[in-house]
C-alpha cells in the first residue's frame, strides 16, 4: 500500500504520504476485523476441518522454517531477506559472520538437549537469562569490549532515536494532507490483505491448538476475537493485528506479526503462562515496554534473540518432521515435507495452497486403493426373505448361482469405480463359461453419493452385460433420490429389457428369483414328449398343490398370466450355459422331490398335507407322526388386507398358510424396515408362539387365504398328550427361523 501511495502522490510530498498511508493501515485493520467477527458470527469456523490435519502440521513445519531462516538473517546481519544463492553462502561462512550465526544455533541446540531431560516450565526463561547474564559479564570483564563497538560489529541491536515520546506516532496522523483518491487506490490491497488474514488465521488458530495440545478449540470464538481486536486496533491508530510487511524485493510474503503471535504464544504457553492472570500480566508489562520507549532495544544482544528464534524454529521443525515419522502415511508426510520447503523457498500461501493441492491427490489415490464393494455374493447365499415351497427353495440353492450380487459403499468417484468395472468383467470374461450369471445385482443402498464418472461407467457396465445377455439389477435407490436422479440422468434406465431398478435388494433378489423359477415351472398336464423318461424335466409333472393359483404371482408376476410353455431338450434350453444349467438344476431338484409325488399324503385332507410339505425339508418324520397333530390345528379364512396379527402383541397362534399370500412387515433396529411374503405351503409365526415372546412384525393377508391355526390353548394340550410331537415343532421352529435369519442377513 506504501508503495501504490508513494507512487500516486509523488516522494516530493512525504508529510501527505506518510498520513495517508498509516490511515490506509488503520482502515486495513478496520475491514480486517469486520470481517473476522462476520466469520465468526456466522459460525464459518467448521469450515476448517476441510483442512486435513496433515496441511495443518505442515504450516507449522513452515512456521518452523521461517523461523529458522529469519534466525540466520537477524543473527548473521544480513541486509534483505536470506537468498538462496552463492553470494549469500560465502557471506554467511565469513570468519565475522559465520560466529554471529553459529553462536545462536549452537544455544538453541543446547537448550533443545537440555529439555529432553528437564521439562520445568521455566527453564527457557532462566536459560535466556543466564545468556544475557554471560554476555554482559563478559562485556564487563574485559576492557576492549564497548556496547557501541559492539553494536557496529552486529552482536548488539542498534539503538533506536531516542528523544521521541511513545505517542509520537499519533502525531503523524494529519487528516488534512491525505490524498483520498491515492487512498481509493489502496482498497484492492486492503482486500487482498484481508483475504490473505483470512487464510492465516483460520490455519494459525487449529495449529497452535495442535502444538500445545488443545483439543478444545472455538474457532468461532477466535474469530470473533480476531476480529474485535483488529477492528480496536485500527480505530486506535494503529495497524492490523495480522498486517503483512514488505518481504522481498517487490512483493508482499510472509504475515511476519503472526508468526510472531505464534511463536510467542508457544513460547509464552510451554513458559508456564497458560491462565488469564499470565495473559493480564503480560499485557501489564508489555505496556511498560510501550511508556519507557524503544532505548532498551539497544542493550539486547542479538545471540538472546538469535538462539530464541533458532529454538523456537527446531521446536516447530521436530513437531512437524520428526514426531510424525512413522505415524503418517508415506503420502502424508511427504505432503508435509512438500509444504515446509515450499513455505520457506517461496511463501506461505503457496505452501497452503501446494498442501490442499497434494492432499486432495493424496485422498483420491488412498480412497482409490479401497475398495467401493462391501461384499460380492451369488443368489444362492443372498436369497430374498420370500417363504418359499422346499421344492423352490432346493431349485434356488444351485440355480441362484445364475444371481450375483455386488453390495457398494461409500462415495463411488472416478477412482473407486475402476475396481467395480475390474470385478464385473472378471465375471464376464475368466468365470462366465464356469459361473454363467444371469442376473448382476448391484446394490447401492449403502452407496453416499456418486460423481458423473462413475454414473457414466455404470452404462459401460450395461453394454458389457448386453454382450453376455446379462441384465443389470439396481437395487436400493430411488429415482427422486440423488444417486437415482444421476443414473437417471445419464440414460441407464431407458431400456426396461437389459436395466431393472429397485427401491430395495429384496424386491431385486425376489424378481431375479421369480424369473429363475420359470425354468422350473411346468403345465402339471403337460405331455410328455416321446421317447422321454419319467425323470426328464421334458416329462415333469409338477402337482398342482406345490404351485397354487395365487402363487402363480410368484412365479410369473401376475396371476393371469399364461404358464410357460414346456422346454424342449433339443430347443431353447440348450441354447446358452445358463439355460443348460437351468435344466439340469430343475431336473435335480424334482428328481430330490419326487417321492413326493407318489407319496400316499398327497391324496390326505389338510393338514396333514400341509404338515407334511412345510416340514419336508428340516424333517423325515413319517405321515403317522404328523397325523397325530391334525386334530390341534383348526381352519380359518383371511380375506385380502385382514391383520392377522400385529407387532409387539402377544404371540396367540401358529400358522400354516394352505392358500393364498400373506405379508410379514418388519422394524428390527438393527436392520431397519423391511417386508417378507409368505406363500403358500410355508409357516408363519412360529418362533415367537413357541418361544412366548412378543410378535416381531406386523401380517396381513396380501390376498384371500385359508390358514391352519395353532393356538394357545390347543398348543398346551398337545404339548401334555404328545409330547415328542410337541417336542419336534419347537425343533423344526428353530429350523425354520435360523434359515430365515439367514437369508435377512445375508
Known amino acids: 500500500m506504501a508503495f501504490v501511495i508513494l507512487a500516486k502522490v509523488g516522494p516530493e510530498r512525504p508529510e501527505a504520504v506518510l498520513a495517508t498511508t498509516i490511515l490506509s493501515f488503520s482502515i486495513s485493520a478496520i475491514l480486517t476485523g469486520a470481517v473476522f467477527f462476520l466469520m465468526g458470527f456466522c459460525k464459518l469456523g467448521a469450515l476448517i476441518g476441510f483442512f486435513p490435519r496433515h496441511i495443518l502440521i505442515g504450516c507449522i513445519g513452515g512456521v518452523g522454517y521461517f523461523l529458522v531462516a529469519t534466525g540466520v538473517e537477524v543473527s548473521a546481519r544480513l541486509n534483505g531477506s536470506l537468498e538462496?544463492?552463492?553470494?549469500?553462502?560465502?557471506?554467511?561462512?565469513?570468519?565475522?559472520?559465520?560466529?554471529?550465526?553459529?553462536?545462536?544455533?549452537?544455544?538453541?541446540?543446547?537448550?533443545?538437549?537440555?529439555?529432553?531431560?528437564?521439562?520445568?516450565?521455566?527453564?527457557?526463561?532462566?536459560?535466556?537469562?543466564?545468556?544475557?547474564?554471560?554476555?554482559?559479564?563478559?562485556?564487563?570483564?574485559?576492557?576492549?569490549?564497548?556496547?557501541?563497538?559492539?553494536?557496529?560489529?552486529?552482536?548488539?541491536?542498534?539503538?533506536?532515536?531516542?528523544?521521541?515520546?511513545?505517542?509520537?506516532?499519533?502525531t503523524?496522523?494529519?487528516?488534512?494532507?491525505?490524498?483520498?483518491?491515492?487512498?481509493?487506490?489502496?482498497?484492492?490491497?486492503?482486500?487482498?490483505?484481508?483475504?490473505?488474514?483470512?487464510?492465516?488465521?483460520?490455519?494459525?488458530?487449529?495449529?497452535?491448538?495442535?502444538?500445545?495440545?488443545?483439543?478444545?478449540?472455538?474457532?468461532?470464538?477466535?474469530?470473533?476475537?480476531?476480529?474485535?481486536?483488529?477492528?480496536?486496533?485500527?480505530?486506535?491508530?494503529?495497524?492490523?493485528?495480522?498486517?503483512?510487511v514488505e518481504y522481498g524485493e517487490d512483493h508482499l510474503l510472509i504475515l511476519?506479526?503472526?508468526?510472531?503471535?505464534?511463536?510467542?504464544?508457544?513460547?509464552?504457553?510451554?513458559?508456564g503462562g497458560d491462565s488469564r492472570v499470565a495473559g493480564v500480566m503480560l499485557a501489564v508489562a508489555t505496556f511498560g515496554v510501550l511508556l519507557s520507549g524503544p532505548v532498551l532495544i539497544g542493550y539486547i544482544p542479538v545471540m538472546v534473540v538469535g538462539a530464541l528464534i533458532f529454538f523456537l524454529g527446531m521446536e516447530l521443525i521436530k513437531v512437524a518432521l520428526v514426531e510424525t515419522w512413522g505415524k503418517v502415511h508415506r503420502l502424508e508426510y511427504l505432503t508435509i515435507v512438500i509444504i515446509v520447503v515450499t513455505m520457506g523457498a517461496w511463501d506461505f500461501v503457496i505452501g497452503i495452497f501446494v498442501g490442499i493441492l497434494l492432499a486432495c491427490v493424496s485422498f483420491v489415490l488412498q480412497t482409490s486403493r479401497v475398495s467401493a464393494i462391501r461384499n460380492s455374493l451369488p443368489g444362492s447365499v443372498a436369497a430374498s426373505t420370500v417363504r418359499r415351497h422346499p421344492l423352490q427353495i432346493r431349485f434356488l440353492q444351485d440355480a441362484g448361482?445364475?444371481?450375483?450380487?455386488?453390495?457398494?459403499?461409500?462415495?463411488?468417484?472416478?477412482?473407486?469405480?475402476?475396481?467395480?468395472?475390474?470385478?464385473?468383467?472378471?465375471?464376464?470374461?475368466?468365470?462366465?463359461?464356469?459361473?454363467?450369471?444371469?442376473?448382476?445385482?448391484?446394490?447401492?443402498?449403502?452407496?453416499?453419493?456418486?460423481?458423473?464418472?462413475?454414473?457414466?461407467?455404470?452404462?459401460r457396465i450395461q453394454r458389457l452385460l448386453d454382450v453376455r445377455g446379462v441384465m443389470l439389477i439396481i437395487s436400493g435407490i430411488s429415482i427422486e433420490g440423488e444417486i437415482g436422479a444421476a443414473l437417471w440422468n445419464i440414460g441407464l434406465?431407458?431400456?426396461?429389457?437389459?436395466?431393472?431398478?429397485?427401491?430395495?435388494?429384496?424386491?431385486?433378489?425376489?424378481?431375479?428369483?421369480?424369473?429363475?423359477?420359470?425354468?422350473?415351472?411346468?403345465?402339471?398336464?403337460?405331455?410328455?414328449?416321446?421317447?422321454?423318461?419319467?425323470?426328464?424335466?421334458?416329462?415333469?409333472?409338477?402337482?398342482?398343490?406345490?404351485?397354487?393359483?395365487r402363487v402363480y404371482v410368484l412365479i410369473c408376476g401376475f396371476p393371469d398370466v399364461p404358464k410357460p410353455k414346456r422346454p424342449s431338450l433339443s430347443g431353447e434350453m440348450f441354447s446358452s450355459p445358463r439355460r443348460k444349467e437351468l435344466q439340469q438344476v430343475a431336473t435335480t431338484a424334482y428328481r430330490e422331490q419326487h417321492p413326493i409325488r407318489r407319496s400316499r399324503w398327497q391324496d390326505y385332507k389338510q393338514p396333514l398335507q400341509l404338515l407334511l410339505q412345510a416340514f419336508s425339508a428340516v424333517c423325515d418324520k413319517p405321515e403317522d407322526f404328523w397325523y397325530r397333530a391334525v386334530p390341534f390345528f383348526e381352519r380359518k379364512r383371511f380375506a385380502s388386507g385382514s391383520i392377522l396379527y400385529e407387532r409387539d402383541e402377544i404371540a396367540d397362534g401358529f400358522f400354516l398358510l394352505e392358500s393364498g399370500m400373506l405379508k410379514a412387515e418388519y422394524m428390527l433396529p438393527q436392520l431397519g424396515t423391511f417386508s417378507e411374503l409368505i406363500?403358500?405351503?410355508?409357516?408363519?409365526?412360529?418362533?415367537?408362539?413357541?418361544?412366548?415372546?412378543?410378535?416381531?412384525?406386523?401380517?396381513?393377508?396380501?390376498?384371500?387365504?385359508?390358514?391352519?391355526?395353532?393356538?394357545?390353548?390347543?398348543?398346551?394340550?398337545?404339548?401334555?398328550?404328545?409330547?415328542?410331537?410337541?417336542?419336534?415343532?419347537?425343533?423344526?421352529?428353530?429350523?425354520?427361523?435360523?434359515?430365515?435369519?439367514?437369508?435377512?442377513?445375508?
Open 256 to 271: 511476519w506479526q503472526n508468526y510472531l503471535v505464534y511463536t510467542n504464544s508457544v513460547l509464552f504457553v510451554r513458559s
Open 493 to 549: 434406465f431407458e431400456s426396461e429389457d437389459s436395466v431393472r431398478y429397485f427401491e430395495t435388494i429384496n424386491s431385486a433378489l425376489e424378481h431375479c428369483e421369480n424369473d429363475l423359477l420359470l425354468s422350473l415351472y411346468q403345465k402339471t398336464d403337460a405331455p410328455a414328449e416321446p421317447g422321454s423318461s419319467p425323470d426328464s424335466l421334458s416329462g415333469l409333472l409338477i402337482p398342482r398343490f406345490l404351485f397354487p393359483a
Open 84 to 170: 538462496y544463492n552463492l553470494v549469500t553462502l560465502r557471506k554467511l561462512f565469513q570468519a565475522d559472520t559465520f560466529v554471529l550465526w553459529i553462536i545462536p544455533l549452537l544455544l538453541a541446540i543446547i537448550l533443545t538437549t537440555i529439555k529432553r531431560w528437564v521439562t520445568y516450565s521455566i527453564v527457557d526463561a532462566l536459560y535466556f537469562l543466564f545468556i544475557l547474564a554471560i554476555f554482559y559479564f563478559f562485556v564487563g570483564a574485559i576492557d576492549q569490549l564497548h556496547i557501541p563497538d559492539l553494536r557496529s560489529r552486529g552482536w548488539v541491536f542498534e539503538a533506536p532515536e531516542a528523544g521521541l515520546p511513545f505517542y509520537h506516532f499519533y
Open 679 to 746: 406363500v403358500a405351503g410355508t409357516t408363519c409365526g412360529e418362533l415367537p408362539f413357541f418361544s412366548g415372546t412378543r410378535r416381531t412384525s406386523t401380517t396381513i393377508a396380501d390376498r384371500d387365504c385359508v390358514t391352519w391355526v395353532l393356538n394357545q390353548s390347543r398348543w398346551e394340550e398337545l404339548q401334555q398328550t404328545q409330547p415328542d410331537t410337541a417336542q419336534e415343532l419347537l425343533k423344526i421352529s428353530l429350523k425354520l427361523t435360523s434359515e430365515r435369519m439367514d437369508a435377512i442377513t445375508k
Open 172 to 244: 503523524l496522523y494529519n487528516f488534512s494532507a491525505v490524498d483520498w483518491a491515492a487512498l481509493a487506490d489502496t482498497i484492492p490491497t486492503m482486500l487482498a490483505l484481508t483475504f490473505f488474514g483470512i487464510i492465516h488465521v483460520p490455519i494459525n488458530v487449529p495449529a497452535l491448538a495442535f502444538t500445545l495440545g488443545e483439543d478444545n478449540v472455538d474457532v468461532d470464538r477466535e474469530l470473533k476475537a480476531h476480529g474485535l481486536s483488529n477492528a480496536l486496533s485500527g480505530f486506535c491508530g494503529s495497524i492490523q493485528a495480522s498486517a503483512e
Open 401 to 459: 448361482k445364475q444371481i450375483h450380487v455386488l453390495k457398494l459403499a461409500n462415495y463411488l468417484f472416478f477412482g473407486t469405480i475402476v475396481g467395480v468395472e475390474k470385478q464385473i468383467r472378471a465375471l464376464l470374461l475368466d468365470k462366465f463359461e464356469r459361473e454363467p450369471i444371469r442376473f448382476l445385482v448391484l446394490d447401492l443402498q449403502h452407496v453416499v453419493g456418486i460423481d458423473y464418472s462413475a454414473a457414466e461407467a455404470f452404462t
